[in-house]
């Protein structure tokens, strides 16, 4: 299709998962954060560094499926001008986790870590609506119903669909009016 870059579908469906463990992984590490100080401290530990491993490891699969989608799909679009401001915003979201995340893990001060922590969280939170616009603007664009057909493509079209649609439009033009 000339107005899709759509990416395979194993390779979205990848996607799609470790951003959704990447989601929900995180998610539970901040309720859990959050209800730390109550009884179940051991709990909390444990249940919170099993997170983290999680939410660390789906992070390193979606630096590997990241690389990919650079020359698969955003340098490709970048080119044609298609999607930038839905695919600008993704990229920074994304850019700021992974800059965020390598300062949750390497930054020694506290006053920084905790201002990187919660940008962290908040582009965390954003992330899937930023994904889901992203989409369905692309998804939108490309429609049948803003795609321009040429006369070639309505007449096959129509012969599948409706015979008689078919008769009526696609019949040779005469060379007399």
């Known amino acids: 299709m000339w107005c899709t870059l759509r990416l395979d579908a194993r390779y979205r469906a990848a996607l799609y998962a470790v951003f959704a463990v990447l989601f929900v992984t995180g998610v ?3 309720v859990m954060d959050q209800s730390k100080d109550g009884a179940s401290s051991e709990n909390w530990s444990a249940i919170a560094s ?5 939410h ?3 992070a390193m699969t979606a630096l590997l499926l990241l690389g ?4 698969l799909h955003l340098l490709p679009r970048w ?3 298609k999607n930038r401001v839905a695919g600008v915003a993704i990229a920074t979201a994304t850019a700021l ?8 893990y390497y930054i020694g001060s506290d006053a920084l870590r905790a201002w990187t922590s919660d940008i962290h969280i908040i582009m965390g939170l954003v992330f899937p609506a930023l994904l889901t616009v992203h989409v369905a603007v692309g998804r939108h664009r490309c429609a049948p119903h803003i795609r321009p057909k040429r006369p070639s493509e309505t007449c096959r079209s129509a012969a599948y669909l409706a015979p008689a649609d078919y008769s009526e439009k696609c019949k040779p033009r005469s060379a007399n009016p």
């Open 56 to 58: 660390g490891g789906a």
């Open 97 to 104: 986790l992974i800059v965020t995340a390598f300062g949750l």
């Open 68 to 71: 990919g989608l650079v020359p």
């Open 79 to 81: 080119r044609q001008e």
């Open 28 to 30: 539970l590490w901040l």
């Open 50 to 54: 099993v997170l983290l491993m999680l």
